[in-house]
């Protein structure tokens, strides 16, 4: 067992949003400035639009519906929840100012810079996220220094979503084909990041604030902040697995 990740890892794969990037955050911070505009409860506003943003990634990821349509679509089924006609809004408008203002939000965590910095000095960073680029590109530029990222795989190039195969297929002919005990992937979502890498024979590391992760698994870690990851590269030596 080792205390740390090992130092034979070439790639280090991130995944963006809650790992990175505070999308919760932002969304809520979009969502009331959303719900003052249209006169509405703020806290019922945005657990209507989580509810309803669910539903559908759901069916992006059933591939009934395309990220572009989505956008449009979410607000359209939102304004019905609170009995509000969408003929009688501007849809595409609404869109675009929470993309605006949900995209300039400053929410890089505390410590991913020196994370993403600290795996780029290790190996190559990659980032593999659940969005497009039109979402996702402001948030890494946001990181002081972007140019540590390789690339970034998202749905505008595979058509799917995590945790499917084929995502993780794409990402590994990016990286060249590596073995995958030479990647690590780092992430908050069990289901989305963790189970599949650890289902490739990747390395893991699960960011998340919960005190113990849902099962015990081999090569995959627990880190409670994105601000702890450094700290798995310094310590490779063996011992006891976090």
Known sequence: MRTGLPDTIEWYFFDLDQTLWDHEGASAAAIEKMSARLHVEPTAFLRAYREVSLEVIAE??????????????????????FGMDPAEHDIVRLSEDYLESYTTYPGVYEGAGEAVEATARAGRVAILTNAGHRTQDPKVAQLPDPSH???????????????????FDMAERLAGHPSPERIAMIGDDWVNDIEPAHARGYWAVWVNPAAVPPTRLDRVFHIPAIADLPALLDALQDGVCP
């Not at 992006?60 to 607000?75: E, H, N, Y």
């Open 60 to 81: 992006i990821d059933a591939g009934l519906m395309d990220v572009p349509t989505s956008r449009v679509v979410r607000f359209e089924r939102l304004l019905r929840r």
């Open 149 to 167: 990222v390789a690339w970034m795989l998202t749905t505008d190039e595979t058509n799917c979503l995590k945790p499917a195969a084929r995502f």
